[in-house]
């Protein structure tokens, strides 16, 4: 039973767990909605992130997934000298693209 009740706690204390923090760097880095290419930017190049979405059975919170994923592209977009992220599709199995722009604001 104690067995049963410790792996229970961990599985809620595991998805409240944020795994991925936002660099310095990366707070100007704006996401836009997924379609056209935003107007009056420059393509700096894709950048693709991964992150667990499943630890042993327990499967992890998609908006947490989702949420962990961006702010990792968002980490990477000054590496790119990009300020403007734009997903390249849904996450799937933990991943997920991201095209970089670089935009005027």
Do not use: I
């Not at 049963?4 to 836009?32: G, N």
């Not at 393509?43 to 990792?72: C, H, I, M």
């Amino acid at each position: 039973m104690r067995v049963v009740l410790l792996a229970a706690a961990s599985a809620v204390l595991l998805s409240a767990c944020t795994w991925v923090h936002l660099a310095p760097t990366a707070r100007d880095v704006r996401v836009v909605a997924a379609g056209a290419m935003p107007s009056g930017c420059e393509k700096r190049g894709e950048v693709s992130v991964s992150v667990k979405d499943s630890v042993a059975f327990y499967e992890r919170n998609a908006l947490r997934v989702r949420d962990e994923l961006e702010t990792l592209a968002r980490n990477e977009a000054p590496g790119l000298q990009a300020n403007t992220l734009q997903a390249l599709g849904d996450p799937a199995n933990g991943e997920q693209r991201f095209a970089a722009y670089r935009c005027g604001r």
